[in-house]
């Protein structure tokens, strides 16, 4: 993993793991990526094509490939899932395996990936 702050795993993270936690009944899963609603909100094409509508109206088109819009889309998906609304300009660091499972689902020809800036 390129950068230091997306090394930590979901359940080191309240947000992140307060997801699965109140999951009920309990699953006995250990990652916020077995989590039902992560596949279905994070990694499902139909459903990031319309949240980047969302986007999209708000902000003007992504200059990057499907992939990347996907990834850039699931990655604002996860987040605001854990934290609800965040203001414009803060940014919060992904855990390694939510940040590993969304490059898995729509890798980068060449497998270079910026990592996370604040
Ligand atoms: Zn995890």
């Not at 414009?88 to 729509?106: D, E, G, N, W």
Request: charged share 20%; proline share 7%; net charge positive.
């Amino acid at each position: 993993m390129a950068s230091a702050q997306e090394s930590m795993c979901c359940r080191e993270v309240d947000a992140f793991w307060a997801l699965v936690e109140s999951l009920t009944p309990r699953p006995d899963i250990s990652c916020l990526t077995q989590h039902p609603g992560f596949e279905a909100s994070c990694l499902n094409p139909f459903v990031l094509q319309i949240a980047y509508m969302s986007f999209r109206q708000e902000h003007g088109p992504l200059q990057a490939s499907k992939h990347e819009q996907y990834r850039y889309t699931a990655y604002r998906q996860v987040v605001r899932w854990a934290y609800g609304i965040l203001g414009r300009h803060i940014r919060k660091p992904l855990p390694s395996c939510v940040v590993s499972a969304i490059r898995r689902q729509f890798p980068e020809e060449g497998g270079t990936y910026k990592g996370f800036e604040w």
